[in-house]
Structure formats: structure tokens, C-alpha cells
């Protein structure tokens, strides 16, 4: 991008930073009360899930700039990248030490192009031109702390920063402005990688500290344990660091947040970043493939254009994924591509079997994860079988991956009405797999073998061809707030907003979204829609639950209901709004709200 462009960008993007800004102050006043926004984080970046290369799960640590040269020309020489993988990103290892002044020094004994007469820093300059002349765009990476991951976590590889206590400090705590600086306006990278083991894992206890050879770090993430973290401060730190991004990448510079899920970083990744990991590392095994789906599955209302789920990079090519293990690697695939995950490919592809290449290169199956409506799919689970439904863009349109999360075969089936299919009608169904095409009516049945998976495309006829129900439009739903206070957190992993069912996981009886009271939903109606119906239900506590619908900020229904006394339906005038809020308040619970649900809430065109 020209000095110009960027220039332009950066003065366009500073709108959202004060919207981001005035919803914050919003939310500090009485967050129940409508915002008017969809107050996700908004820049121009990642409209789709990105599709990429990073090359740890391929070499760790052991990284250097030929391999990721070869790696981004195989990328376009195999055809992957018209197929729509874009991003080379650098991960750890690529930083040496930080000067006094703040500076960062780029490693040059690995990163060769990086060594400049007369620099004692170095620059990243050469290598972005390199990736940006093959038509691609260009990741790093560094820590919300003082120190990365590698330094604690991988403290016998090579490529570790070096010197002094201080000048092994190379992640950006301290230095986001400065760092962001160096890295989107000098380097010109277009993505980065946020990791956060700088503010988990150096305690007094952690073996790197006790030895002196890190600065102690009062943990702001303390894993697998909410209560004793502090999501505000980190989260804090990641707004800021964002907010650097824009200022020095513009608005297209993607923000990858990586804290797994931690300090209930799932729950606010959306406000803060363009993709925010869910779980810990993936290994290449398909235990760990199938815990970190877990991480994310019943997330769909977390994640949209702009802000996606990221239940972590593909392990395609590698252990239970290789090329001798093709059912495998098509399901891991298959599910990336229903839950609209992020599509990093991990492998060398310097050396890609074919067989490997024709999975992730299946332009059905990215059509599928990179569709614009961004809805991310929605599962049934029926024992070892999982079926989950993606909304496309289009009339009647939608993706379903039937999956078998176990060593047996299986029986797997959707329904019409999971699909809110007109009952009797004909629907067209591809098999993206197969390659094949057929016609089905009421019921697709499928036989899985063990940890088999089928993807079909299917275009079919709605039931109700007004209306469009929020349980098909996820991605234009935001969970402004979730009615959970940091004491009343569910467990990691879960998610106090669902599409079908409650936040304990309970199935509802109707078609809808389950949430806590004292909980406010952002929709982007986008002047769409005229009506908006509901039959809102107070699934537990004692305590009579009011339920109130905003249509760009002017109250436009509001009923009361408790679990013995249901609320009459809701079925209000929303004038063309660009923003419908869905607002449920209560005075019971100190310790968990109730449970609600917004039943069969639909939009009207
Ligand atoms: C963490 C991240 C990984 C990788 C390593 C690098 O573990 O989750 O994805 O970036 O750090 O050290």
C-alpha cells in the first residue's frame, strides 16, 4: 500500500476508534441501556476468516526467512493462493534483542534480508516487499507481556532472543505504540499474532524466573482459572494495543488475538481483535483437534464478519492429519470449514502431497468457510455424531458437515427443520467431497465411517419465506452483554449466549437464542427489515424477567414473563432500524442471573 493510501486509511479509520470509545463510555454508564451500535471490534480487515501459512506447527522455533520464502512462492506456484490463502505470517524466533531505546533488532542471522548498512535494528522492509510482489500479505508476531511463549515454554531451541535481562524483552508490553509503529508503518506487515504466555507464565514459580533469567511478571492469566485472572486488564491491554494497530497499520491491518481462550478472552475477543483463539496449542492428534472444536462450537453468536472464533491454525499434513490419514485431515478440514474458522495452514508446502493439496484447495469447501454472510455453523450432537448447519448467503442456503467424532461407524441425519426447510419440499444437495449432485426431501441420512465426515451445499426452500429467524443470521448478532458478572463465569469453554439452547446447555423446545437475564443483544438489521416477533421465555429462577426491544435506540416492545407466569409475545415495528437491541433485565440473582430465551425470534421483511 502507498504512504498516500495508508495516510487516507489511517484518517478513516479514526471514526471507529471513537465509536469503540463512546460505547465504552456507554457500557460504564448502564450497559442494559441500547447502544445503538454493533459494537464489535470494526475495521476493514478480515470480512472472511483469513486463509494463510504460519510456519510453527511445520518448525517451531527452528524458522528461518528462506523456508517462508519458499513456503509463499509454493503458495502461489501450487495455485493455493487464487484458491484464496493470502497471509504468510512469521511467528516466534524473529526477534533478537530490544536496545535501550526501545527499539526492536530483527534477528539477521535467520532473517538475512533483514541486515541494513548503517541499521543496528535492521528491517523487515525486503521481506514484505518480497511476499507483497507475489500478491500476498504479511504477518509477525510478538506478546501483550515483556517475554513470548518460546522463551518460557521452548527454552532449549534455537533462535531465542539474547542479552540482558532487559534486552531480552521483546514482546510489547510497554512499547505498543512504538512497536506497532515499527512493525505496520516501517515493515509494512498487514497481520499480527498478539500471544500472551508474557502475562500467564512468568510468576516467581516458573523455572525461566527462578533462574534469573526473567523479570518476575504478576500474572494477569493464571490457566484454566478464571476467578484468579484479570480479564479487564488484559483485555485492557489488547484494546490498546489495537488501537496502536489502527493508527499505524490502518484499518486493514488484521489483529489476531492469542490468550486461548484465557481470562474470558473468548467472550470480549470480538470487541477487541479480528480472530481470538478459543483453546490451548492444537497438536497434531485428533484428541486435541476434537477438544479444540469443543472449545469453540457453541460460540456462532461470537463470531462475524470482522471477528471470528479461532479454534487454532490447521494441523493438515502432520501426525493423525498426514497424508496416510486422508479421512482425517478431511474432517479436520470440514469442520474448520462449517465453523467458519480462520484457515492457516501449518505444513511445509514446499513438500505437499497432492492428496493433502486437493483437500484444502477444494474451492466448494472455502466457498463454504469464506461465505460473506459470515455465520458460523450451528451443531446437533447425537452421540459420537455431530451435524452442523452454516447459513449461507442466498435464499434457502446452507452448509452441513456431518461429523464422527469416534472410532465406530455411525448413524448421521438432518432434518428440514433444522434447516427451517418448508416440510415436503425438494431441496438440491452437492456433495462437496464427492463431487456429486442430488435431490432430497425431509431428512438427508448418511452412513460416517470412524472419524469420517460428509460437507454438502444445499439449497432448499424456506418455511417461512418472510421471515428470517436470529438463529440463522448469528454473524449479525453481537452479545454486547452477557449478563455474567467475572464471579458468575461459566467455566471456560462455554458460552453464556447460544443459538438453541440455554447457556447451561439445556436444547430449547423453540427455535431461538438462550442467554442470561441482564443481558443486552446487538442485531444489524441493516435497515433490512420492518417487523420483529418474539415469544420471550424465562427458562429458570423466581423472578419475573422484563423484556424489552429497541429499534435504533427507541423502545419499541417491552413485556414481562416468569418461569410460571409466560410473557405474551412480542410483535413490534422496527421502522427499517439499522440496529435491533434485545434487552432482558432482573432484579433476582445475585449470584447467577436467570436464564432466558428469545423464542422464534424472527425478522420480517
Ligand atoms: C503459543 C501460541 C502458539 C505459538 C507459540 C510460539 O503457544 O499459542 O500458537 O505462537 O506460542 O511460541
Excluded at 8 to 25: C, D, E, G, K, N
Excluded at 225 to 251: D, F, H, K, T
Excluded at 379 to 394: E, F, Q
Excluded at 419 to 434: C, E, H, I, P, T
Amino acid at each position: 500500500m502507498s504512504r498516500v493510501s495508508r495516510a487516507v486509511l489511517i484518517a478513516a479509520i479514526a471514526m471507529p476508534i471513537s465509536t469503540a470509545a463512546a460505547a465504552q463510555a456507554h457500557s460504564q454508564s448502564d450497559p442494559l441501556a441500547p447502544s445503538g451500535q454493533f459494537s464489535v471490534y470494526r475495521t476493514a480487515a478480515a470480512q472472511t476468516p483469513p486463509m494463510g501459512w504460519n510456519p510453527w506447527n511445520a518448525f517451531h522455533a527452528d524458522v528461518d526467512e528462506a523456508k517462508v520464502r519458499a513456503v509463499a512462492k509454493a503458495m502461489v506456484d501450487s495455485g493455493l493462493a487464487t484458491r484464496g490463502y493470502r497471509f504468510v505470517n512469521i511467528d516466534d524466533g524473529w526477534a533478537l534483542r530490544r536496545l535501550a531505546d526501545g527499539r526492536l533488532r530483527i534477528r539477521d542471522n535467520t532473517f538475512p534480508s533483514s541486515a541494513t548498512p548503517g541499521s543496528d535494528t535492521g528491517s523487515f522492509k525486503p521481506f514484505t516487499d518480497y511476499i507483497h510482489g507475489l500478491g500476498l500479505k504479511a504477518g509477525i508476531y510478538t506478546d501483550i507481556g515483556r517475554n513470548t511463549c518460546m522463551q518460557r515454554w521452548d527454552a532449549d531451541t534455537p533462535n531465542l532472543p539474547v542479552g540482558t535481562v532487559a534486552e531480552r524483552q521483546v514482546g510489547s508490553y510497554g512499547h505498543a505504540v512504538q512497536d506497532m509503529r515499527t512493525i505496520f508503518a516501517d515493515w509494512h506487515f498487514d497481520y499480527i499474532k498478539v500471544d500472551a504466555c508474557g502475562v500467564a507464565d512468568y510468576t516467581h514459580a516458573d523455572p525461566p524466573v527462578t533462574s534469573g533469567a526473567y523479570d518476575t511478571f504478576a500474572p494477569l492469566i493464571v490457566r484454566g482459572n478464571i476467578p484468579a485472572s484479570n480479564p479487564q486488564a488484559v483485555e485492557g491491554l489488547y484494546a490498546a494495543l489495537g488501537e496502536a494497530i489502527q493508527r499505524w497499520g490502518g484499518g486493514n491491518a488484521t489483529l489476531s488475538i492469542c490468550a486461548w481462550g484465557e481470562a474470558l478472552s473468548a467472550l470480549w475477543g470480538g470487541k477487541r481483535g479480528n480472530l481470538y483463539r478459543t483453546s490451548p496449542d492444537i497438536e497434531s492428534n485428533w484428541k486435541s483437534m476434537v477438544s479444540n472444536i469443543d472449545s469453540v462450537i457453541d460460540g456462532a453468536l461470537y463470531a462475524g464478519p470482522g471477528h471470528w472464533n479461532d479454534p487454532d491454525m490447521l494441523e493438515i499434513g502432520h501426525g493423525d492429519f498426514d497424508a496416510a490419514h486422508l479421512t482425517e485431515a478431511r474432517s479436520h478440514f470440514t469442520m474448520w470449514t462449517i465453523m467458519a474458522s480462520p484457515l492457516l495452514l501449518g505444513y511445509d508446502l514446499r513438500q505437499s502431497a497432492p492428496a493433502l493439496f486437493d483437500i484444502v484447495a477444494n474451492p466448494e469447501a472455502i466457498a463454504i468457510n469464506q461465505d460473506p454472510a459470515g455465520n458460523q455453523g450451528v451443531p446437533y450432537r447425537n452421540g459420537d455424531a455431530m451435524v452442523v448447519v452454516k447459513t449461507l448467503s442466498g435464499t434457502g442456503a446452507r452448509a452441513v458437515a456431518l461429523f464422527n467424532r469416534g472410532t465406530k461407524s455411525v448413524e448421521a441425519s438432518v432434518s428440514w427443520a433444522q434447516l427451517g426447510f418448508a416440510a415436503g419440499s425438494v431441496a438440491k444437495v452437492r456433495d462437496v467431497w464427492a463431487h456429486s449432485d442430488r435431490d432430497a426431501t425431509d431428512r438427508i441420512s448418511v452412513t460416517l465411517p470412524a472419524h469420517g465426515s460428509v460437507l454438502l451445499r444445499l439449497r432448499g426452500t424456506p418455511s417461512e419465506v418472510a421471515a428470517t429467524f436470529l438463529t440463522n443470521m448469528p454473524g449479525r448478532v453481537n452479545v454486547a452483554v452477557d449478563g455474567l458478572t467475572q464471579a458468575t463465569a461459566l467455566p471456560m469453554g462455554q458460552f453464556p449466549a447460544r443459538v438453541g439452547a440455554a447457556p447451561d446447555g439445556r436444547i430449547l423446545k423453540t427455535n431461538g437464542i438462550g442467554a442470561f437475564a441482564n443481558s443486552r443483544l446487538e442485531v444489524r438489521a441493516d435497515r433490512a427489515f420492518h417487523r420483529f416477533l418474539t415469544a420471550p421465555i424465562v427458562l429458570s429462577g423466581g423472578q419475573p424477567v422484563r423484556f424489552r426491544v429497541y429499534a435504533d435506540r427507541k423502545l419499541v416492545g417491552e413485556v414481562t414473563g416468569s418461569p410460571t407466569r409466560a410473557a405474551p409475545p412480542i410483535d413490534v415495528d422496527i421502522a427499517s432500524a439499522k440496529i435491533v437491541e434485545l434487552v432482558a433485565m432482573t432484579n433476582a440473582g445475585t449470584t447467577r442471573p436467570p436464564m432466558i430465551a428469545w423464542g422464534n425470534a424472527r425478522l420480517m421483511r
